[in-house]
C-alpha cells in the first residue's frame, strides 16, 4: 500500500501544551499537506510544505519535512480544546494525494 | 454559500439497491474527486475528473460509476450496494494537478455523505 503512516494513531493533551504529530510515507513527492477533520465533517487543508522546503510555519502549526527520510512533522503549539480534531498528512505525487492514516488528537479544557 | 456540497448527507439502504450521491462546487475548479473513508478513518481516492473527463480510476469496483456532467458538478451511482461499501464517501475538488511547483492539488472537501448498506 502506498498509504503514509502517522504517529501517535491518538494523543490527549491539556490545553495549552503543545501537540506534535509524525507523518511517514514511500514514494517521492512534490509537496506534502496536512489536513484537520472534524469530527463529521469533511477535510480542511491546513499548510502544504514543498520538497525543497524544510520548515512550514502558519500561526500556531509548525510543519517540518525531511525528504532523506520521508518524514514530516506538524506541531501544534499552545492547543486549544477547538483543535479536538483528526489530523492527516497527505502527500502530493503529481496527479493526486495519498492520504495518512491519521492522528486523532484531543485537548481537554 | 457552501463552495462543495454533495448531498444526500445520509444514506441507508438495503443491499443489492442502487443509489446516488451528487456533488457540486462553486469554486470554479476544473479537477473534482470521490474518495471513500472506511470505519478506520483510511481515507481512499477513487476517481478524479479533470474538465469532465475521467484521469483516475483507483481500481475500484465497476458497480460504481462516477458521471460528470460539466466541470462544476461530479455525481456517483452506484449499483448492486453491498454490506463493504458501507462508509463515508467525500467529493473534493482542486485548481487541478497541473504544475507540481504551483502546487494546485489542495483540495478543498464537502461534508461527506455516511452510506450505510443494511
Known amino acids: 500500500s502506498q498509504q503514509g503512516e502517522e504517529d501517535p494513531q491518538a494523543l490527549s493533551i491539556q490545553e495549552g501544551e503543545n501537540a506534535t504529530m509524525n507523518c511517514s510515507y514511500k514514494t517521492s513527492i512534490n509537496n506534502l499537506q496536512w489536513y484537520r477533520q472534524n469530527s463529521g465533517r469533511g477535510l480542511v487543508h491546513l499548510i502544504l510544505?514543498?520538497?525543497?522546503?524544510r520548515e512550514k510555519h502558519s500561526g500556531r502549526l509548525r510543519v517540518t519535512l525531511d525528504t532523506s527520510k520521508k518524514s514530516s512533522s506538524l506541531l501544534i503549539t499552545a492547543s486549544r480544546a477547538a483543535d479536538t480534531a483528526s489530523y492527516f498528512c497527505?502527500?502530493?505525487?503529481?496527479?493526486?494525494?495519498?492520504f495518512g492514516t491519521g492522528t486523532r488528537l484531543q485537548v481537554f479544557p | 454559500d457552501t463552495a462543495v456540497s454533495q448531498t444526500p448527507k445520509y444514506l441507508v439502504t438495503q443491499m443489492g439497491n442502487d443509489k446516488s450521491i451528487k456533488c457540486e462546487q462553486n469554486l470554479g475548479h476544473d479537477t473534482m474527486y470521490w474518495y471513500k473513508q472506511d470505519s478506520k478513518k483510511f481515507l481512499k481516492i477513487m476517481f478524479s475528473?479533470?474538465?469532465?473527463?475521467?484521469?483516475i480510476n483507483e481500481t475500484v469496483p465497476n458497480r460504481f460509476s462516477p458521471k460528470s456532467p460539466d466541470k462544476a458538478h461530479l455525481n456517483l451511482h452506484i449499483n448492486s450496494l453491498e454490506l463493504g461499501d458501507s462508509a463515508v464517501y467525500f467529493c473534493?475538488?482542486?485548481?487541478?494537478?497541473?504544475?507540481?511547483?504551483?502546487?494546485?492539488?489542495?483540495?478543498?472537501f464537502g461534508a461527506g455523505t455516511r452510506l450505510s448498506v443494511l
Open positions: 497527505a502527500t502530493d505525487n503529481t496527479d493526486k494525494l495519498i
Open positions: 473534493a475538488s482542486s485548481t487541478g494537478p497541473g504544475n507540481p511547483s504551483q502546487a494546485k492539488n489542495i483540495q478543498y
Open positions: 510544505i514543498r520538497s525543497n522546503e
Open positions: 475528473y479533470n474538465n469532465k473527463e475521467l484521469i
